[in-house]
Structure formats: C-alpha cells, structure tokens
C-alpha cells in the first residue's frame, strides 16, 4: 500500500524557515516523480517544486525559485521542502504528491497527472 505522510509545517515570520518533510512508502523509485504542492484558501492548488527521483533533475515554481530547495533522502524515503526567506504569500496547505511519470511530465508540474498525496500540512507566515 503506497502512503505519503508530510510533518514539518508551522508558524514562522516573514524572513523564516521551514524544512517540510514527506515519508513515503510503498513506492518502487522507477520513473518515480515526487513533489511539493500548496493552496491556499479560495485558490487552486499550484505546483511549489519536483524531483524525478531516479536521475535527480529538480523544478520549482518560479514564485520559489532560490527560496526553497527539494531534495530527497533515498535511504530513507523520504522528500524534503527547505523554505528559506518565507513571505506572506506562502502561506497554504502543502500537499507532497507523487506518481510514476516520464520525465518530461514530471518537469511539467502538472497536479493533475499524481495519483498518491498525502494528507497535507500547514504553512503560516502571518503579515
């Protein structure tokens, strides 16, 4: 049975950090992509960042870009969200996603092409 289980989430002030963390289990790493997903209320959930596990290549959202970091910790299965240098405006529900998808796909950062998420965790910035 394939599960995903985010922890990490919080309260921090704008120019904080947080590091996000997604366990996962149940998954064969071929062709796996994983990611990191947000929404934020009366919003559509957005892409934040991918990894296509097997090779390495990473994708932000460029709202994120050299603010936060995927990165993933193969021995233990689990994928990681550094948020650097939070705003406001990053405030959401943080979904961790995966799926088996080419790597083109996975670059694409497209949620409707997951089928496993977790349960999601929380991010607050307050203004």
């Known amino acids: 049975r394939v599960q995903l289980v985010e922890s990490g989430g919080g309260s921090v002030q704008a120019g904080g950090s947080l590091r996000l963390s997604c366990a996962a289990s149940g998954f064969l790493y071929q062709r796996l992509c994983m990611g990191w997903f947000r929404q934020a209320p009366g919003k559509e959930r957005e892409a934040v960042a991918t990894v296509y596990t097997v090779s390495g290549p990473t994708y932000y959202a460029d709202s994120v870009k050299g603010r936060f970091t995927i990165s993933q910790d193969n021995a233990k299965n689990t994928l990681y969200l550094q948020m650097n240098s939070l705003k406001t405006e990053d405030t959401a529900m943080y979904y961790c996603?995966?799926?088996?998808?080419?790597?083109?796909?996975?670059?694409?950062?497209?949620?409707?092409?997951?089928?496993?998420w977790g349960q999601g965790t929380q991010v607050t910035v307050p203004s």
């Open positions: 996603a995966a799926d088996y998808l080419a790597q083109r796909s996975c670059a694409s950062m497209v949620a409707g092409r997951f089928s496993y």
